[in-house]
């Protein structure tokens, strides 16, 4: 059974009072949750917001990383750095990333393995943009992604690596894919991930992210390949996002 993991994308929002604010008002929301729940701020939140959730059920997680252990990358963070900070994982290859700070998916597999080799889990997206699934090209854009992100990751740490399907179209629109789009993705993904890893894709969980809301989490979460979601705006604020890491309770 693959645990379902839920993971605030805080993007540039929130300052650190806004965030501890967020993490102290939220943890007892969801400390009966049956989920993993990981919480992203910005990186200047990230050791008070650790601070906030220590001792709780929250995990921290970093929203993009550099590969390198050190050196001269100016206005970057190494792996070494989110250890020290308490960060569990680290998300890479969003597509704002790839699309604004124009992130090739060879960068975010040295990202990827950068990670995995410091112990912190990556949360690697990727995604289609609506021009591309018009064309007919989505599984084609999928896997061409999935096949460069991951190419460094050996069989043995794939189950250590969570996928975020986030169709570009569904980001911050309020056109959420239908949970059948959705599905229809994540099988595919999941088909890909066998083929390249083997029995480990079995244990390898899939979020959905693209305007999940506390009234859709639980239809998406229902779907046999969907583990989990990755959530930007409806996570800022902490009674959204406790009902979203809740989806079960949504759903009776
Ligand atoms: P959204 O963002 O939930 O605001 O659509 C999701 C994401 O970009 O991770």
Redesign the pocket.
Known sequence: MRRPILAA?WKMHKTIAEAVAFAEAFRPLVADAAAEIVLAPPFTALAAVGRALAGSNVKLAAQNVHPEKQGAFTGEIAPPMLVELGCAYAIVG?S?RRALFGESSAFVAQKAAALLAHDVLPIVCVGETLAEREAGRTFEILESQLMGSLVEVPPTRAADVVIAY?PVW???TGKTATPGIAQEAHAMIRAWLDKRFGAAAQRMRIQY????KPENAAELMAQPDIDGA?????SLDPSSFARIAKFEENAK
């Open positions: 994308n969003h704002e986030e569904a980001i911050g992210g693209g305007s999940v990755l959530v930007g705006g409806a």
